[in-house]
Every structure is written in structure tokens, then in C-alpha cells.
């Protein structure tokens, strides 16, 4: 499908339910609004709420290439935008030095795009694309604040200057989704270039639709424990909460066990699957499981 | 797009301005450039749908997911549907909340403190008789506890000019450095270019260094109550003299407050403070306190190896078990935790607190904070702080 086929709030629903992700009206509209306006789509919440994974499904359903830039800290030009073959280079040198030699002057030649490597966002803006990748800028917060700043610049016009090369423009603007777990605050004038959206934890009902979705094999019945059970835990004082994926990932255990319902041993054994801090798996095992388990309802 | 937008312009704009004006009010702030980034949007979205226009006007004009609350409540103010036939809602003006702003404390807290202080412990008085105008030289070992508003006030200017330092880290960005470890190929390719092609000279980077955040968590219960002013203090001058600070304060209720304490007026930073705090001088709860930071604060303010400081005289009127299971948690997600105790001070000391022999195995400095030098001595600590000891927690 191409972007231009998705003229209204209501189809990019539709074809991100087609892919087997659901999304809520709020999203909807952002990412509506992020295609259409060029901006990028800024997604804040939780770990494991679905960040990453619209990009995917974006990438997917406009049958674009996916470009994804994980950031760390210290992430610097030549890891995210792009760098030299000095390799290449010192050897394009050296046999330019042999008498057999016919080229010109190496210096002439070793700073052209046959030597450039390219990362995720020059990779973006690159021109040969024949419509707008999806760049996938992911974690945001574990990048510094020297990366931030170069993000604005980029966010702005879509264009890398390249001092031997001069400067490269994106034909298409990207579809760029940045994602943030919210370990620190980004700060406000990259976010004010964006399209904001807080993803929540979804409710019950949509929980269940996205576990029946995703594991097509599990039981009904199985399928609304699961999420009950995870949507109470999500209510009790944790350190850290369980996420949908942590949600899919127990249902698939669960079904790969030969389970049809939840049990109090059965629950305690694959806690771990849920809680990833021994102190949340240590509050919860047990009594708690079975007073959880006794409020879900039969 | 293809529907109509029946509006008619000067007063779709006017509500618009309106519209912005009234989060502005609220708090929010919203650049020109949102505003019409905002009415750009309104022209492809079905302006029909209430919830589109709203999900529009929140993805573009609100960018915390906390003022997502405040927002609504604006919005439904503003866009309540109106009549088939009125148009031009701008034209009547809701009252502009400026009418019921919130009201300042007329006292500033500085002086409340003092008084309170005197009220609280009318024995304080007998410690006066050094007089009010002592030389600093006393007032160096002085105890906080002991001194009057007079003296504090003179604490308060020395604790201002304190340069605190925090010991600082390697980061992993690399930055040119000539007498760096790490060769910068660019540099390198790019001087060589000049040259033939030959890299002759090369050129170098390092780690950059920067110093190691520090996060504040400060206990302004009942038995801390004579210290509190003084504790704001502090952290005002933290505040400003260092990059990275995060200050909470807690009783009963963890507050953040480093908010406030930017403001560059300091009667007015711990008066804005001392009104974000719910709970005054109540009991304490250090463990709830602590359990409430690392929940939902110490992923965002503990990175990048930060330094925890913790100011608590250690009584806990909770179970003091679960002061220690979150003192071992916050231990493995910062750098060093130093415990400041103003009851250290005092020479007949034992750590005999449920609440502090709870916390002491997870604590890397265990220090007093009762006077100035006691302050002067933390702020050469903190410059000097190096690795955590050997894992078993503090020995004291």
C-alpha cells in the first residue's frame, strides 16, 4: 500500500489492524498525521508497549525498507550518519603510489561516495529511494545530549552536509518514528518538532485481542486469564511492570506447557516470565499469586 | 481535505489564538511554529470527528505525557460543542484563569522555619548566649541545632558560597584530545589528504569526562524539622552550582522539587519548594519514600553513574525491613550512596535507629551533617569520590 492510499484516520487503522496491530484512535490519528505532515512521530511509554513494533508494521504495510538506528551513549556521526573507508582508502593510496599506477593523484579520488560508508541516517535521506523509507530512531534516551542536538538539526530539513561531498537532501522524507523508555527527558525543542504520543498499557479487552491475534493456537479461556492475571500484577507496587510483550511471551509459554488454565504451582514456576526483578517475583510468588488468581473471574 | 471547512477564518484564528492562550495559562508552553503546525493539521484530519481534532491538537501541542491531564481539561473547556448556529465562539470569552491564580505564601520559608524552630524547642534559647553576631570561626562548629535565626542567616550566605564539584566520570564520547588513546581517522585521512595522501600526522581523541550526576533525598519529617531550612539551603546551592542535581524531599510523601529550586531568587525558590511539599513535618517513612524514588524516578534520574545523597536522621515509623530491601536496590543502581546524618555529629552517637542499622549495609559513606565544616568536608568528599568499596557495605 502507498502512503498515498491512506487518506483518512480510519484506513491507517484498518491496514495496521490488516497487520496485526492494534492500535488506538489516539495512535491512529498520530501516525495519520505523521505521514502526512512529514513530522516525525515521537512515541513515549512504557518498555514493551508496542514502540518499536509500529515501525515495523509501518515498514510492512507501505512495503518500504525499515531503517533502524539503535542509540547509545556516545553515539557519534560516524556510527549514525556516516564515515570513511580509511581502509580502502589508505590502500587506494598506496597503489596509487606504484609505478604501474595510471589514475590521478590519490587525494584527487579517496574522498568520493565510493568510499563513504553509509549508517541508518544518511541511509534515510539517501536519494536513490523511490518512495520515503521508515527510519526507526529507537531508545532515544540512552543517547546523549550531543546526539540530541544533532537530531534537531536533522529533523529540521532532512539534509546531511558532508564537507567533501557537500550536501546530501532526502528526495522523500522519512517516515521517522523515535522511540523513548523515558529514562531521561528529551528535551522539549526535539519534541516540539514532532508528533507527541504517550502509548499506554491497553485495556483488557484490546490485551486480548492483541494475544488472540498474535497466538492464533491459544484457548480462549487461556487468553483472558493471561490478561487479567497481567492486568492486576500491573496494579500492584512493582519496580517493574510487565509489558504486552511480556504478556505474549507468557501466553506462548503457557501454550508450549500444554496449558489450558491458570494454576497457583503453574503461575509460580513461570512468574519469571512476567516480573524481571527477583525482588517483584519474591513479593509475588506464592500467597499474593493466589489471592490475585482468586479475584480473576471464573 | 475533500470536506469542507465551514469556517469562517478571522474566527476559526481568533478561537485558535484563544484556544493556545488558555494552555499557555494553564502551563503549557506552545511555540507559534506548534500553533500552526496545529492548523495545518486541522485542514487533512475529518474536522467533523471530535476525537481526531482532539488526538491533533494533544500529538502536536502537548509533549509530557503529564500534562496530558491538564490538557483535557482545557480542551473540553474550550471545544464543549457548540451551538448549530454560533459559530464564532471567541466571541464570548470564558474567564481567564488568571482570576483565581493560585495565592504565594506571603511568609517566605525561611522565616517560617526559624520560627517554627523556636517554637518547637524553646530550650534552643539558652544556646544564645554566644550572641547573635558571632565571628564565623565559631559558627564553623557550631551545630545547626544550636544556632539562632541570626546565625542561620549568616550560615545561609556562607552555604551559598560553597563551589560544590562532584568527582566526575569518563563518558563514552570521544572528543580531540593530543594526548588521547584513540586514533581520529577522519582527522587522521583528512591531514593526509593535504600531503600526498601520506598520513603523517595523526591525530587523537580521548573519553570526554563529565561530572557524575547527583540526586538528592532529603528528609524534612518531624525530628529533621530544625534542620529543614537549612537542608534547603543546601540544595538550593547544589542546585546552582552544578549541572545534573535532582532534589526531592520527603516525610510521609516523596516531593520532587528541583523544579523550584532552578528559580534564581532563593526566597522565592523555597517558598515555591516548601509549597510543592505536601507534608510538612509529619512522621516518617523513609522506606515508602525511597520505595516511591526508586518506582518511579530512579530509572530517569539514576544513569550514567550518579551519586545518591541521602539526609535522614534514620527514624522510620514504618517497618524498617522495607527501608532496606529499597536501600539495596537504589545501592545497585547508583554509583555510591553517601548517608548524611545530622545526629553523627553528636559524640555519644550510636547507629542504633531501626531505620539506620536497617540501611547501613547498603550505605558507601555514612557522614555527618550538623555544621559547616561538617558541609565543608562533604564538598571535598564529593569532588574526591572515587570507586565504591569492596562489596559488603560500610563498616562503621
Known amino acids: 500500500m502507498s502512503s498515498e492510499a491512506l487518506n483518512t484516520v480510519d484506513s491507517i487503522s484498518a491496514a495496521l489492524a490488516e497487520e496485526n496491530y492494534i492500535a488506538d484512535a489516539g495512535l491512529s490519528t498520530s501516525v495519520f498525521l505523521a505521514i502526512k505532515m512529514g513530522k516525525a512521530l515521537f512515541l513515549e511509554g512504557e518498555p514493551g508497549v508496542g514502540k518499536t513494533e509500529i515501525a515495523k508494521v509501518l515498514s510492512n504495510l507501505l512495503h518500504v525498507p525499515l531503517i533502524r538506528l539503535q542509540c547509545y551513549e556516545g553515539l557519534d556521526i560516524n556510527h549514525a550518519v556516516y564515515e570513511w573507508n580509511y581502509l580502502r582508502q589508505l590502500l587506494e593510496i598506496q597503489a596509487a603510489n606504484q609505478p604501474q599506477a595510471t589514475s590521478q593523484p590519490a587525494t584527487e579520488n579517496i574522498f568520493t561516495e565510493k568510499f563513504l560508508l553509509r549508517r541508518p541516517l544518511l541511509q534515510a535521506i539517501d536519494q536513490s529511494h523511490e518512495a520515503a523509507p521508515v527510519l526507526l530512531i529507537d531508545e532515544l534516551d540512552r543517547a ?118 491458570l494454576e497457583p504451582k503453574l503461575v509460580d514456576t513461570t512468574l519469571g516470565m512476567i516480573l524481571k526483578y527477583q525482588d517483584d517475583v519474591t513479593k509475588i510468588r506464592g500467597e499474593r499469586v493466589r489471592e490475585l488468581l482468586g479475584q480473576i473471574p471464573a | 481535505m475533500d470536506q469542507a471547512v465551514g469556517v469562517e477564518l478571522p474566527a476559526f484564528f481568533a478561537n485558535l489564538f484563544h484556544f493556545s492562550g488558555m494552555l499557555r495559562k494553564a502551563g503549557l508552553t506552545i511555540s507559534l511554529e506548534q500553533l500552526i503546525e496545529f492548523q ?150 583528512r591531514n593526509a589528504a593535504g600531503v600526498g595522501g601520506v598520513p603523517v600526522k595523526l591525530a587523537w581523541q580521548n573519553r570526554k569526562i563529565r561530572p557524575r550526576p547527583l540526586v538528592v533525598l532529603a528528609d524534612i519529617s518531624g525530628s ?146 550538623h555544621n559547616l565544616q561538617s558541609l565543608e568536608a562533604l564538598s571535598y568528599r564529593l569532588a574526591k569520590l572515587g570507586r565504591r568499596p569492596a562489596p559488603g557495605g560500610l563498616k562503621h
Not at chain 1, 491459544?218 to 493471561?226: F, H
Not at chain 1, 492486568?231 to 511492570?241: N, P, V
Not at chain 2, 516531593?255 to 534564581?264: A, C, D, V, W
Request: proline share 5%.
Open chain 1, 144 to 261: 546523549d545530549e550531543e546526539f540530541e542536538s544533532f537530531l534537531l538539526e536533522l529533523l529540521s530539513d532532512y539534509q546531511v552536509t558532508i564537507p567533501e561531498l557537500g550536501t546530501l537532501k532526502a528526495r522523500h522524507t522519512p517516515v521517522t518514528i523515535i522511540t523513548s523508555n523515558r529514562t531521561r527527558e528529551i528535551h522539549d525543542a526535539l519534541k516540539r518538532r514532532c508528533i507527541y504520543f504517550w502509548i499506554d498499557y491497553p485495556s483488557r479487552e484490546k490485551e486480548i485481542e492483541i494475544v488472540r491475534l498474535k497466538l492464533p493456537g491459544i484457548a480462549q479461556r487461556l487468553a483472558e486469564q493471561v490478561v487479567d492475571f497481567v492486568q492486576l500484577i500491573r496494579q500492584q507496587e512493582l519496580y517493574k511492570s510487565p509489558g504486552v510483550a511480556e504478556t505474549l511471551d507468557w501466553a506462548e509459554a503457557l501454550g508450549h506447557l500444554n496449558q489450558s488454565q
Open chain 2, 40 to 189: 495545518r493539521s486541522l485542514e487533512i484530519i475529518d474536522l467533523r470527528q471530535r476525537e481526531q481534532v482532539y488526538f491533533a491538537a494533544r500529538g502536536i501541542l502537548v509533549k509530557r505525557h503529564e500534562d496530558y491531564g491538564l490538557f483535557d481539561r482545557v480542551f473540553n473547556h474550550f471545544w464543549r460543542a457548540p451551538q448549530p448556529t454560533d459559530r464564532q465562539i471567541g466571541q464570548k470569552t470564558p474567564l481567564a484563569p488568571r482570576h483565581n491564580a493560585p495565592k504565594r505564601q506571603p511568609l517566605n520559608l525561611a522565616t517560617l522555619m526559624a520560627q517554627r524552630a523556636r517554637e518547637a524547642d524553646p530550650a534552643l534559647d539558652l544556646a544564645d548566649k554566644s550572641g547573635s553576631f558571632s565571628p564565623t570561626e565559631i559558627l564553623q562548629n557550631k551545630a545547626f541545632s544550636e544556632m539562632t535565626p541570626e546565625e542561620l542567616e549568616t550560615i545561609h550566605k556562607l552555604i551559598a558560597s560553597i563551589r560544590w564539584q562532584v568527582s566526575l566520570r569518563q563518558t563514552r564520547r570521544r572528543v580531540s584530545n593530543r594526548q588521547g588513546h584513540f586514533l581520529d581517522m577522519r582527522r587522521v585521512m
Open chain 2, 224 to 369: 529533621m524539622e530544625r534542620y529543614s531550612r537549612i537542608l534547603l539551603q543546601f540544595c538550593f546551592s547544589l542546585t546552582h552550582t552544578l549541572q545534573e542535581v535532582e532534589c526531592f524531599v520527603f516525610a510521609t510523601r516523596l516531593s520532587r522539587i528541583t523544579p523550584q529550586l532552578r528559580l534564581n531568587s532563593i526566597d522565592r525558590a523555597l517558598a515555591e519548594a516548601a509549597q510543592q511539599v505536601a507534608d510538612w513535618s509529619g512522621g516518617t517513612r523513609i522506606g515508602q519514600s525511597i520505595h516511591t524514588f526508586n518506582r518511579q524516578w530512579s530509572r530517569r534520574v539514576l544513569r550514567r553513574g550518579a551519586i545518591v545523597l541521602i539526609v535522614s536522621d534514620g527514624w522510620e515509623s514504618d517497618d524498617a525491613s522495607v527501608l532496606g530491601q529499597e536501600m539495596r536496590y537504589l545501592q545497585h543502581r547508583s554509583h555510591r550512596i553517601i548517608w548524611l546524618n545530622p545526629l553523627l555529629g553528636h559524640q555519644a552517637y550510636q547507629p542504633r535507629v531501626a531505620g539506620i542499622e536497617a540501611a547501613l549495609p547498603f550505605i558507601d559513606d555514612f557522614l555527618p551533617i
